[in-house]
């Protein structure tokens, strides 16, 4: 059976309107699978550390073939009901339109305009990438939950379907019977591995999870309980795995800008490499966490319609991250792909990043003195500009932000103004965007 996508597949039930359905990959379910069987592990090691180093013993030697057949059964039925799944999985396409069909017990249909996909991933988990799988993910204008999955597909199949589908979504003509070559690209952005380390251990979660591992060692030393070891030993893998997947989701990075779009690659143990095609962007954010003021390191994330602030790569990221690390000459480069206009105007930027209020000749109109008394510690930063194309908000004293919405993407506007405000005679302004961690 072939799982690319310009051969149908042989099960295919051609409908009246000529579109030929194709299933995913065959080891799909397996691909699926382990993550379950995993699951179920975690929950039988809590099970030992929550006793007694007796009574673990005890239950080893007295339950152990009853472990053994219930993790089977497990398997089996996920197993089973995973396979099931992928017989009731199938996709179409057109020039217009992605349709895929899915359930088991009740039966879903769905069309997706091409026109409305925000942007397409491909996605490699890492047991997908060892044995050359990946995952397409289509994000689509309709805000949270509205994303398609098609996975598991053979890499370069994933890779010419969404090279196509993004082809037909420009309007191209493809010819079935060859692969839609893919578009050239010059790569503008990168981020080094020495970069990488450094924003991972500069987060502010990083150093509560490293706290939180010497804590549990003294702990469990201090102890010497063998139950408390396990579930300390799986306390201090979930701080370490969460330090890995975010290192781990900025390591590699690079984007790049192609005739389809703005191309992101990035991932160590999960690869992604996403497309956000022109115009899909609809709110910047350039931000500085206050550890990294220390290397100069800012972030650029966006909000696409259809993504919200879902992590569909599964990873620390997601899909809302334009530039995950790098000096403020990077964050401006990373806000050109999208406002090619905006970001020629350095000065207005840097404004917006690094200064405030007392800063002579500040082009941003700035909260008076007086909102003080309502907000001490940061009212110097709070201000705005409005320029021919964009609304500039900048924000934060530790933390800084500077939020950039073009005028054509704004989604409504508000005051409000609570009973102190009214006393003060000081109001909050609020701009609304689509879904995402853009606010």
Not at 382 to 388: E, S, V
Request: glycine share 8%; with cysteine; aromatic share 8%.
């Amino acid at each position: 059976m072939s799982d690319g996508p310009h051969m149908p597949d042989p099960g295919a039930e051609p409908l009246a309107d000529d579109l030929t359905w194709h299933r995913l990959h065959p080891v799909t379910p397996l691909l699926r699978s382990w993550a379950v069987l995993a699951a179920f592990l975690v929950v039988i090691a809590r099970e030992l550390g929550g006793a007694g180093p007796e009574d673990s013993r005890g239950f080893v030697w007295s339950y152990a073939p009853w472990v053994a057949a219930a993790i089977a059964a497990v398997v089996l039925v996920s197993a089973a009901g995973l396979w099931w799944s992928w017989r009731r999985r199938s996709y179409a396409y057109d020039s217009e339109n992605l349709y895929v069909r899915s359930g088991i017990f009740s039966r879903s249909h769905r069309t997706v305009r091409l026109d409305r996909v925000q942007s397409i991933t491909v996605v490699q988990p890492l047991a997908a990438r060892i044995f050359g799988f990946a995952q397409l993910t289509f994000e689509v204008a309709g805000g949270a939950g509205s994303s398609v999955e098609l996975g598991f597909l053979r890499d370069d199949a994933a890779t010419a379907l969404r090279t196509k589908l993004l082809a037909r979504a420009a309007g191209l003509v493809i010819d079935e019977s060859h692969a839609a070559p893919q578009a050239p690209e010059r790569v503008v952005l990168s981020v080094t591995p020495g970069t990488a380390w450094g924003a991972t251990l500069l987060s502010s979660g990083t150093l509560i999870g490293l706290a939180v591992i010497v804590g549990s060692v003294v702990v469990a030393i201090a102890t010497q309980s063998a139950g408390l070891l396990v579930t300390m030993a799986l306390g201090i893998f979930s701080v370490l795995r969460s330090i890995v997947i975010r290192f781990g989701s900025t390591f590699g990075f690079v984007a790049a800008l192609s005739p389809d779009g703005i191309r992101l690659r990035r991932g160590l143990l999960t690869a992604t490499a996403q497309t956000v095609p022109p115009g899909r962007v609809q709110a910047v954010q350039i931000s500085q966490p206050l550890l990294w003021r220390i290397a100069g390191w800012w972030q650029v994330r966006v909000n696409v319609a259809g993504t919200a602030s879902a992590d569909s790569a599964g990873d620390d990221l997601g899909d809302s991250v334009l530039f995950p690390a790098g000096t403020l000459d990077q964050a401006c480069t990373a806000l050109s792909l999208v406002l090619p206009d905006l970001a020629r105007q350095r000065d207005v930027l840097i404004a917006g990043m690094t200064g405030k209020s007392t800063v002579p000749d500040d082009p941003y109109v700035s909260a008076p003195r007086r909102a003080r008394l309502v907000d001490p510690l940061a009212w110097q930063r709070h201000g705005y500009l409005a320029t021919t194309t964009a609304l500039l908000l900048r924000s934060g004293r530790w933390s800084r932000s500077l939020v950039v919405v073009p005028h054509e993407r704004t989604q409504s506007l508000g005051v409000r103004q609570g009973p102190v405000q009214r006393r003060l005679g000081v109001a909050s302004f609020v701009l609304h965007s689509t879904p995402g961690p853009v606010e």
